[in-house]
């Protein structure tokens, strides 16, 4: 009898714990992208570093009737005849879109990499060397001015390099092969667009070379994916080799022109150096403030202190310095900057579980793609919903993260004029809820990121605007929950991201695709 | 009444190395039918080095971390052969360096059952043989994302154990082997990096199992024993360089540590335990030390019989 009871209460509760513990996720449930517009005349649309979409050369393809064309079609169909279970995944994950699954790839890297050097034996810290990737610590430290300025770099790129894509495509108008020949399946949705030269390759391309200076010791987990996916589109049947080596040949030129701007756009000095940040809180100290100093140990030096003088790409630096730069943050001596300081003690003090779940939410901390890699998943996941053309997608993206590297360097530029202590270095009874960031204050980088960011993305789908807004709105309070943020720190941070975005949309009003 | 030295809920001592529990889910005593034992516990813990992965380290910006137990135990004897036991503790973490906020809360609830499904005597000694089913859920919403300050790891987690023990005279051993199932936790974010990249709130959490073997003097009233115990996480990664722990690591300990229980000569029905214990190897884990003590009554819910109250072996 006790026995039975026994049984009874145990299968009860297997029965509550249900078997499997199988998570099915986001990003896996992307259908294939079957663009409501091809967009087909977006070789017209304004590049970024481009002179113009021709400004690289894409020889006319074979005729579909060439015997060399029909080889290929044949591959097509050899991989067809046996195709396996993984193949038949890859054709599906890949599906989903070139832009999108590369963004992803880069969020995956950013988080892969987004952890700061250990401390040396003497109490200083090492920095990753770009030269020697794979040594400890692993280059890059993929931070939130790292990452922001990857994502741009790659996204922008990928605009230019699609934009002289959709030129040629107009240009030759090769059909897909899957159109060419009717023996072919089509694995993927059909579309009209011409498929010489390959979209997907054209961002394979471009992306692939970017990465090699992004993110230099992670080549061979970049070129398996680059492997997956061209394979995938010719095992899909929408497009034959030549296809892929004409879009792949055309990115990799297109990323060279980026590659250069990379070399030169000041981020290799944003590091500085002991004299740097020395001046930096002296600098403080002789405006009567009281100066940042890190609260790490031992003290760690300032994340990227230069990283405000990096190259922006929607205004100039006079503009920044004139126009986007924030007023000074109240005074550390101020009557408000001891209200703010007790205003957040009162958050540190008793958190309440929904202010705890917000500050997480939204920490996009350590081991994470970061706050700018956080706003490229929520817009992922809307444009997804979209239906928009590679070249739209591409287009979007750029928008978006131009905004957010531009973001990153007002941000940086405000932290490290004002040099703006942390609340927790004012008052030691400040504990946070989240991860210090070691860099000044004021400005607030999640309120900044998300001010730009909700920005251009209500521009760009209208019908979320207000979502947006309140996003951005919550992101940014959640570092005064975090109990890392001044009050000034997160609504200054919000204003100038949105006065970032809005140089962003005036971009989108005239680049051709509206 | 038996202090148990580790039990289902030792992923929590693994993180915040201070949940111990005081009843008998893993110890060779019955308690007899319709007796009811029941009390609070409180206990400290604390460690300054941790592994990272298999690097042992310590960390300048966490300096000690320590965790403050208080609990409420019970055990109720539905026969001489089944008991009944819960368990729930309230923890506060708290870190004496760097900037992270200490978290608090009532942690999990926990339920046992626990059947004596074989005694007999051999030789010169008697050997029991035990079944025991464990389960245990959060009791509040706490996050366990937060770790080393997170109060736990949120999982729901069933267990199952089996036990030997053997007595001969007032000596005796007991060892235990149990597997526990745990479900998934849901984290604050929708994305998250273990060895790749996750588009999810969700976490898989890798099932354990764990190991505990105790010897020493035991009687009617009370007991002092040494005790050694292991727990292993069955999957889950390794912190990265530098990285604060995650939910889902491999977190594994072996710890030693030394446990007694004194009834009161006065009273009988109450009695005093005790316990300290140190971390001799581990993983993504704390090295911690810590004790605990707590008081215990036995009441007699039994309306017609008459019995001793103290909690008798056999």
Same mark, same amino acid.
């Given at each position: 009898m006790?026995?039975?009871n026994?049984l009874?209460i145990a299968?009860a509760?297997?029965l509550?714990?249900?078997?499997?513990?199988?998570?099915t996720?986001?990003?896996?449930?992307?259908?294939a992208?079957?663009p409501a517009?091809?967009?087909i005349?977006?070789?017209?649309?304004?590049?970024i570093?481009?002179?113009g979409? &021709?400004?690289f050369?894409?020889a006319?393809?074979?005729?579909?009737t060439?015997p060399?064309?029909?080889?290929q079609?044949n591959?097509?169909k050899?991989?067809?005849?046996?195709i396996t279970?993984?193949?038949?995944?890859?054709?599906?994950y890949w599906?989903?879109g070139?832009?999108?699954?590369?963004?992803?790839?880069?969020?995956?890297?950013v988080?892969l990499h987004?952890?700061?050097?250990?401390?040396?034996?003497?109490?200083?810290?090492?920095f990753p060397?770009?030269?020697?990737?794979?040594?400890y610590?692993?280059f890059p430290f993929?931070?939130?001015?790292?990452?922001?300025r990857?994502?741009?770099?790659?996204a922008a790129?990928?605009?230019d390099a699609?934009?002289?894509?959709?030129h040629?495509?107009?240009?030759?108008?090769r059909?897909?092969?899957?159109s060419v020949?009717p023996?072919?399946?089509?694995?993927?949705?059909k579309?009209n667009l011409?498929?010489?030269?390959s979209e997907?390759a054209?961002?394979?391309?471009?992306?692939?070379?970017?990465?090699?200076?992004?993110?230099?010791?992670?080549?061979?987990?970049?070129?398996?994916k680059a492997?997956?996916h061209?394979k995938?589109?010719?095992?899909?049947g929408?497009?034959v080799?030549?296809?892929?080596?004409?879009?792949e040949?055309?990115?990799?030129?297109?990323?060279?022109?980026?590659?250069?701007r990379?070399?030169g756009?000041r981020?290799g000095?944003?590091?500085?150096?002991?004299?740097?940040?020395?001046q930096m809180?002296?600098?403080?100290?002789?405006?009567?403030?009281?100066?940042w100093?890190?609260?790490?140990?031992?003290?760690?030096?300032p994340?990227?202190?230069?990283f405000?003088?990096?190259?922006?790409?929607?205004?100039?630096?006079l503009?920044?310095?004139?126009?986007?730069r924030?007023?000074a943050?109240p005074s550390?001596?101020?009557?408000?900057f001891?209200?703010?300081?007790?205003?957040?003690?009162?958050?540190?003090?008793?958190?309440?579980?929904?202010?705890?779940?917000?500050a997480?939410?939204?920490?996009?901390?350590?081991?994470t793609?970061?706050p700018?890699?956080?706003?490229?998943?929520?817009?992922?996941?809307?444009f997804v919903? &979209?239906?928009?053309?590679?070249?739209?997608w591409?287009r979007?993206?750029?928008?978006?993260?131009?905004?957010?590297?531009d973001?990153?360097?007002?941000?940086?530029?405000a932290?490290?004029y004002?040099?703006?202590?942390?609340?927790?270095q004012?008052?030691?009874?400040?504990?946070?809820?989240?991860?210090?960031p070691?860099?000044?204050?004021?400005?607030s980088?999640h309120?900044?990121?998300?001010g730009a960011?909700?920005?251009?993305?209500?521009?760009?789908?209208p019908s979320?605007?207000?979502a947006?807004t309140a996003?951005a709105?919550?992101?940014?309070?959640?570092?005064?929950?975090g109990a890392i943020h001044?009050?000034s720190?997160?609504?200054?941070?919000?204003?100038t991201?949105?006065?970032?975005g809005?140089?962003?949309?005036?971009?989108a009003?005239?680049?051709?695709?509206? | 009444?038996k202090?148990?030295y580790?039990?289902?809920?030792?992923?929590v001592?693994?993180?915040?190395?201070t949940?111990?529990?005081a009843?008998?889910?893993?110890?060779?005593?019955?308690?007899?039918?319709?007796?009811?034992?029941?009390?609070?516990?409180a206990?400290?813990s604390?460690?300054?080095?941790?592994?990272?992965?298999?690097l042992?380290?310590?960390?300048?910006?966490l300096?000690?971390?320590?965790?403050?137990?208080?609990?409420?135990?019970?055990?109720?004897?539905?026969?001489n052969?089944?008991?009944?036991?819960?368990?729930?503790p309230y923890?506060?973490?708290?870190?004496?360096?760097g900037q992270l906020?200490?978290?608090?809360?009532?942690?999990?609830?926990?339920?046992?059952?626990?059947?004596?499904?074989?005694?007999?005597?051999?030789g010169?000694?008697?050997?029991?043989?035990?079944?025991?089913g464990?389960?245990?859920?959060?009791?509040s919403?706490?996050?366990?994302d937060?770790?080393?300050?997170s109060?736990?790891l949120?999982?729901?987690n069933?267990?199952?154990?089996?036990?030997a023990?053997f007595?001969?005279g007032i000596?005796?051993?007991?060892i235990?082997g149990t597997?526990?199932r745990?479900?998934n936790?849901?984290l604050?974010?929708?994305a998250?990096?273990?060895?790749?990249?996750h588009?999810t709130n969700?976490v898989e959490?890798?099932?354990a199992a764990?190991?505990n073997?105790?010897?020493?003097?035991?009687?009617?009233?009370g007991?002092a024993?040494?005790?050694?115990?292991?727990w292993k996480?069955?999957?889950?990664?390794?912190?990265?360089?530098?990285?604060?722990?995650?939910?889902?690591?491999?977190?594994?300990a072996?710890?030693?540590g030394?446990?007694?229980?004194?009834?009161m000569?006065?009273?009988?029905q109450?009695?005093?335990?005790?316990?300290?214990?140190?971390?001799?190897?581990?993983r993504?884990?704390?090295?911690?030390?810590?004790?605990n003590a707590g008081?215990?009554?036995?009441?007699?819910?039994?309306?017609?019989?008459k019995?001793?109250?103290d909690?008798?072996?056999?």
């Open positions: 006790k026995k039975i026994i009874y299968s509760i297997l509550l714990h249900s078997c499997s513990k199988d998570i996720e986001t990003n896996l449930q992307f259908p992208l079957q517009n091809t967009d005349n977006g070789g017209t649309w304004l590049p570093l481009l002179t979409p &021709a400004e050369a894409v006319a393809p074979i005729a579909t060439a060399d064309y029909i080889a079609v591959e097509i050899s991989f067809q005849a046996h279970k993984e193949e038949r995944r890859a054709v599906n599906s989903a070139a832009v999108l699954r590369w963004n992803e790839i880069m969020r995956e890297l988080a987004n952890l700061p050097p250990y401390q040396n034996a003497d109490g200083t810290y090492p060397s770009a030269n020697n990737p794979l040594a610590p692993q993929a931070n939130p001015p790292y990452a922001a990857a994502y741009a770099y790659v790129a990928q605009y699609l934009v002289a894509t959709w040629y495509k107009n240009l030759y108008n059909a897909a092969p899957y020949d023996a072919v399946n089509a694995l993927i949705p579309s011409p498929s010489y030269p997907d054209a961002v394979i391309g471009v992306t692939t070379e970017l990465l090699k200076l992004l993110f230099p010791g992670d080549q061979e987990f970049i070129q398996l492997e997956e061209k995938a589109r010719i095992i899909a929408a497009n080799r030549s296809d892929l080596e004409a879009g040949a055309l990115g990799k030129l297109v990323a060279q022109k980026f590659v250069t990379a070399r756009d981020t000095a944003a590091i500085g150096n002991q004299a740097l940040w020395t809180e002296n600098d403080a100290i002789a405006r009567g403030e009281i100066p100093i890190s609260q790490e140990s031992p003290k760690r030096p994340m990227l202190p230069l405000g003088r990096v190259r922006t790409w929607l205004f100039d630096s503009t920044m310095v004139t126009t986007i924030p007023v943050p550390t001596s101020s009557q408000q001891k209200d703010e300081t007790e205003e957040i003690y009162n958050y540190s003090k008793n958190p309440t579980r929904e202010q705890v779940r917000i997480h939410f939204w920490a996009d901390g350590l081991s793609y970061t700018p890699g956080h706003w490229n998943a929520i817009a992922a996941e809307d919903k &979209a239906n928009f053309s590679e070249l739209r591409a979007n993206m750029a928008l978006l993260n131009m905004s957010l590297m973001a990153a360097t007002a941000c940086w530029d932290k490290f004002y040099f703006n202590p942390r609340p927790s004012i008052d030691p009874r400040i504990k946070t809820t989240t991860g210090l070691n860099f000044p204050s004021y400005i980088g309120s900044t990121f998300s960011a909700a920005t251009i993305l209500g521009h760009i789908i979320r605007a207000t947006y996003m709105q919550e992101a940014s309070v959640s570092r005064m929950y001044y009050r720190d997160c609504e200054k941070g919000l204003e991201g949105n006065k970032v809005a140089y962003a949309v005036a971009r009003r005239i680049d051709g695709a509206e | 009444m202090y148990a580790i039990s289902l809920v030792m992923a001592i693994v993180v915040t190395n949940k111990i529990n009843q008998t889910d893993i110890d060779g005593v019955m308690m007899e039918k319709n007796a009811f034992c029941i009390g609070p516990m206990g400290y604390s460690w300054k080095n941790y592994w990272e992965g298999s042992k380290r310590e960390n300048l910006n300096g000690k971390v320590s965790t403050t137990m208080y609990s409420l135990m019970g055990n109720y004897g539905i026969t052969k089944l008991n009944v036991m819960f368990g729930l923890i506060k973490t708290k870190a004496s360096a906020k200490g978290l608090k809360g009532i942690q999990d609830l926990s339920f046992w059952i626990k059947w004596k499904a074989y005694s007999k005597k051999t010169q000694g008697r050997l029991s043989l035990f079944a025991i464990g389960y245990s859920l959060p009791a919403d706490y996050t366990a937060f770790l080393p300050m109060i736990g949120e999982s729901k069933l267990s199952l154990r089996g036990m023990d007595q001969t000596w005796f051993a007991t235990s597997y526990i745990r479900s936790i849901e604050d974010r929708t998250y990096y273990t060895t790749e990249m588009y969700k959490m890798p099932d764990s190991y073997v105790r010897a020493g003097y035991r009687n009617k009233g007991y024993e040494l005790v050694l115990d292991g996480t069955l999957g889950g990664f390794d912190i990265t360089r530098n990285n604060m722990p995650f939910p889902s690591n491999e977190m594994n072996t710890r030693i030394i446990n007694i229980k004194y009834p000569a006065f009273l009988p109450l009695s005093i335990t005790g316990n300290a214990f140190t971390t001799i190897a581990g993504n884990m704390g090295q911690a030390n810590g004790f008081i215990f009554y036995v009441i007699d819910l039994s309306k017609k019989e019995t001793g109250s909690n008798s072996q056999k």
